[in-house]
């Protein structure tokens, strides 16, 4: 897993009233998006080319899952021959249930697409019900 880099998802009560909205003045794009669930989680899948661990940020409040990263200038020791993205960030926000286990969010960022695990808590996953004979 060494070409995986893991994201670390900052719960809502550690993140400053500021971090939900990005700082940087320029371009803002809306990332390709797939949302797919299961009984367990929800899983939020986004193309993000260009952007780094770094520059990148998840943020999980007040039921609102916000994404935004920065696409980085094109490292010094590059020459470019060819840009068919814009220099600019991306910025996405989900409206999501409060029925998340924020505890248990994970992200990975490999080769410029973003999967985000959304658990969700015990009480939202299906169950069955026996019938029993009276």
Known sequence: MADTNEI???DKQEVDA??????????FYTPSTDI??????????????GVSKESLEIDLREGVLTLTGKVEEVPEDYRLLQREYQIGG????FNISDRIDSTGINAV???GVLTVELPKAEEAKPRKITVQVG
């Open 90 to 93: 991306y910025l996405r926000k």
């Open 36 to 49: 797919y669930s299961t009984d367990d989680a929800i899983t939020v899948v986004a193309d993000m080319p």
């Open 8 to 10: 670390e998802i900052r």
């Open 109 to 111: 960022l490999k080769d």
């Open 18 to 27: 500021a971090a939900g909205e990005p700082t940087w003045a320029g371009r």
